[in-house]
């Protein structure tokens, strides 16, 4: 048995352990990630599922939040400009399709959206206008700690309530999805269709505390929704070639 030593150690290899350990390894740290399965990449990766030469993503597959993150905009491990990841950006972001074949489309074009929208509700399509304004403005709140580490629960509760826009906030995130499609819209197909991104994650949008969701569509006009080029995967293989370029290595 021989016996290895690192400076860290990073146990699981998924995207989040990957970026850890990229971000270490540049910095000069002897960085060594362990991973269980035949395969890094836990949730963002892309196998041949069916048929040999057919890559399916086996959970996501779009990379909407961390598209903000500045590994990405301002790649900063050089995943982009060095080790081959490029991304596709679409028009359109995603589609509802209800069983009497209505079709809302939802597009990075905020016009288009709301035409769209406007097929079943006119009041709606001005709504979801004043809707993606203040989600935006929600979304800014959460992207203060997005990228920086959160104070203590105490500090972060009464920094909160010290704006309008923070009140706002905690009552947003506090309530159910359900409660502020609600709030905002008219139609059933709009309310249905903005509150799937719960139902993706595996949870009920009529429970409390489950509305943040709902604020990050607003991203889609904002940043849009990229597809990495090759499958989500794509930013795996980029990450384990910058981790093994700077010596990291993978076990």
Known sequence: MTTERHDV????GGHNGLIVAAYLAKAGLDICVIEAQDKIGGGVRTDELTLPGFKH??????????????????????????????YIYPDKGF?????????????????KTCESISKVSERDAEAYRRFHQAMTQMLKVA???????????????SLFDA??????FLRIILSSAW????????SDYVKIALSRFCSEMMIGPQEKGTASPIFFVSSLHK???PLPEGGSG?????LSACLKDHGGSIT
């Open 9 to 12: 150690v990073i146990i699981g």
């Open 143 to 157: 992207s203060v700690a997005m990228f920086s580490p959160p104070p203590s629960w105490g500090a972060m509760i």
């Open 234 to 238: 794509a930013l795996t293989e980029a």
């Open 95 to 111: 589609a509802c399709l209800f069983p009497d074949d209505t079709v809302l489309v939802f597009e990075k074009d905020i016009d």
């Open 223 to 225: 940043w849009g929704w």
């Open 57 to 86: 993503d086996s959970a996501s597959a779009m990379h909407g939040v961390i598209s903000s993150n500045p590994l990405i905009h301002r790649d900063e491990l050089g995943l982009k400009s060095k080790y081959g990841l490029r």
């Open 179 to 186: 409660d502020i499609v609600e709030d905002w819209f008219e």
């Open 163 to 168: 704006s309008e826009e923070g009140r706002e």
